[in-house]
């Protein structure tokens, strides 16, 4: 009878590296054909001039898909603007290979889970969400290397590891009020103890009311920020300061003084500190 060498389990957690190009190109094609690939490269430039240098910002797949990843940004960090849809898929090697799990994210808040309208080639896992406040959040994703061994086959236990780190920025400037008066946006930082490369810690928006006070301390006008940490306040020309009500001792915010001229609003950014060392 022959003998049957069955191999230590192990758990080999390795990197994706390689791109998968052709299942990935195909699952986007798939989506292409659903549901109608725009002019996506022009978007992409107009999103990117918003967004940081040191982060990727991805290309759409269509209608409802602002942004799309997948293999090729395994250990990337991805920016992508409030409000904006996130396409996640993750192709096996082949169709008869183990399938990628379900994405898991860090953090619920940042985003969240989006309808999936579009039809999948087989071997392909797929979430789509939806970027509903600034901040940062990390996906991960794991597949097994081995499809299940049967009985007498030897075990292998290598798994493969995906992570993308995603940055939800604002949609970009306040808008300045008319005709003129202050406007900008609050962000409290830093948001963890230590920031990696591989995980930033971005500012993250400020629920807040803004108020503009002449230099004596006579009240003007006042706005609430928005879920972006976005505000504009329309006064007429003249110095004032502002004075940012967070109702709470933290995080600590500044009271900037700021001079508003005729037609001429004044872009006055409000930096707070969350006392996180």
């Known amino acids: 009878m022959p003998s049957v060498r069955s191999w230590p389990a192990r758990r080999d957690v390795r990197r994706h590296t390689s791109s998968s190009a052709p299942a990935l190109l195909a699952g986007l ?42 293999i090729r940004q395994n250990g990337k960090t991805i920016c992508i603007v409030l409000g904006e849809r996130l396409a996640v898929f993750l192709s096996a090697p082949t169709s008869n290979s183990p399938p990628w799990r379900t994405v898991r994210m860090s953090n619920s808040s940042v985003l969240t889970h989006a309808p999936l309208t579009v039809l999948l080639t087989r071997g392909t896992t797929a979430s789509n969400f939806a970027a509903t406040r600034v901040g940062t959040v990390k996906l991960t994703s794991q597949r097994r290397v081995c499809a299940q061994p049967t009985s007498g086959q030897p075990t292998c236990d290598s798994i493969e590891a995906w992570s993308v780190v995603v940055v939800v920025h604002s949609s970009g400037r306040p808008k300045p009020p008319s005709p003129t008066g202050v406007y900008g946006v609050v962000t409290a930082g830093p948001t963890c103890p230590v920031q990696r490369i591989d995980e930033p810690c971005p500012a993250e928006p400020v629920s807040a009311e803004v108020e503009v006070r002449y230099r004596d301390g006579t009240a003007v006008a006042s706005a609430h920020t928005d879920a972006a940490g976005d505000y504009s306040i329309p006064t007429p020309p003249g110095s004032y300061r502002l004075v940012i009500a967070t109702g709470s001792a933290l995080p600590r915010c500044p009271s900037p003084d700021v001079t508003v001229a005729y037609n001429s609003p004044s872009l006055t950014n409000v930096s707070c500190d969350t006392g996180i060392r």
Do not use: E, F, K, M
């Open 29 to 70: 094609v798939g989506i292409g054909l659903i549901v109608g690939v725009g002019d996506v490269s022009s978007a992409t430039h107009l999103r990117a001039g918003r967004l940081s240098s040191a982060c990727t910002v991805p290309q759409g797949a269509g209608p409802g898909y602002n942004a799309a990843i997948g």
